[in-house]
């Protein structure tokens, strides 16, 4: 596809914020119209609500690394640009490309890349400070970035996209090809959302867990009057026993992080089976810290890992003959 032909496709006018903007099911907001939501931002309760005008847009748990993200974003493309001269990589000023699907259903993406006026690929930047992140080169993206590639890709009919991203102040390169399945199930799901929204049908909460969701509760009944409410057993039980876990998974973490500092001594970086688990740092009053390493492995895995069979450092006793 030609560089020209693409830009005539994308709609100029709409702007993030905008009222049209904010009633269109975007690539940012795609994976919180799934259930549960694969968003960190947004749960599909929040979107909601947020779309139907009962909430404001201002409710972001996660703003200020939005922010950070967008003032970063220039000098990671150029930073791609950098490392690729042989692209030209160009903005693409703040059009929208629409699904065929339906017309509130869109996105833009933050670069296009062309090579002699043939468009190469897109570009998404990335600055995170979040895991999810798998080895460069590939798709390994986190689930809510892949939707956003994917519905960019559906909208604006290229095919490929280059991710760079800024992992805990790291470059990484990642490669996701256009998967037509995924893409339809995101659509169709965007879809759902959008009949739903039209139709005034208020979700239940599907999500509870997802902090956006308890956001989006708190703003919805934002008065205390002075009255009190019968809660039925299982709502109370629920909560009386979430809480009695926390306090316990909160002294079990502690006996843990007590007994690693003792294995570490005066050493910054712990590690098992190679991988980095937690270091020690000290600040400027001599008070020592411990921390988890931004890395560390699932405990889940490290222990299948580190199983007799799988383990090379694991020593077997020998019985006596």
């Not at 009962?54 to 640009?81: C, H, Y």
């Not at 102040?169 to 995924?182: M, S």
């Not at 002075?226 to 009386?240: C, F, H, R, S, T």
């Not at 411990?290 to 699932?298: A, D, F």
Request: with cysteine; hydrophobic share 35%.
């Amino acid at each position: 596809m030609r560089y020209r032909t693409l830009l005539r496709k994308g709609i100029k006018g709409i702007t993030p914020g905008d009222e049209t903007h904010n009633r269109m099911v975007t690539a940012s907001k795609i994976s919180a119209t799934a259930i549960p939501s694969r968003s960190p931002y947004e749960s599909y309760f929040s979107l909601w609500h947020k779309m139907a005008g009962t909430l404001p847009w201002g409710i972001d748990s996660e703003a200020d690394q939005l922010v950070m993200g967008n003032m970063q974003e220039p000098i990671i493309a150029d930073w791609f640009a950098y490392k690729h001269p042989e692209f030209n990589v160009r903005d693409p000023k703040s059009r929208v490309w629409i699904a065929p699907e339906h017309s509130l259903i869109g996105a833009t993406p933050d670069r296009i890349i062309e090579q002699g006026g043939d468009v190469v690929a897109l570009l998404e930047i990335k600055h995170s400070r979040s895991d999810g992140w798998g080895k460069p080169g590939t798709e390994e993206i986190p689930d809510h970035y892949y939707d956003q590639v994917q519905l960019q890709m559906h909208c604006t009919g290229v095919h490929k996209t280059y991710v760079q991203a800024l992992v805990y102040g790291t470059p990484k390169e990642y490669v996701v090809q256009y998967a037509p399945e995924h893409a339809e199930s995101l659509i169709n799901g965007a879809l759902s959302f959008l009949e739903a929204l039209a139709a005034g049908e208020q979700p239940d909460i599907t999500d509870p867990e997802h902090l956006a969701t308890y956001d989006a509760v708190r703003a919805l009944h934002d008065n205390v009057e002075d009255k009190q409410v019968e809660l039925p057993a299982n709502i109370a039980v629920a909560y009386l026993g979430a809480c009695e876990h926390l306090e316990t998974a909160k002294k079990e973490q502690a006996a843990a992080k007590t007994i690693l500092l003792d294995a570490m001594g005066d050493s910054a970086l712990a590690t098992c089976a190679g991988h980095l688990i937690a270091k020690r740092s000290q600040n400027k009053n001599g008070v020592i810290s411990l921390n988890n390493h931004k890395s560390r492995p699932k405990a889940a895995a490290l222990r299948e890992e580190t199983k007799p069979k799988n383990n090379p450092f694991h020593v077997v006793e020998q019985k006596a003959a």
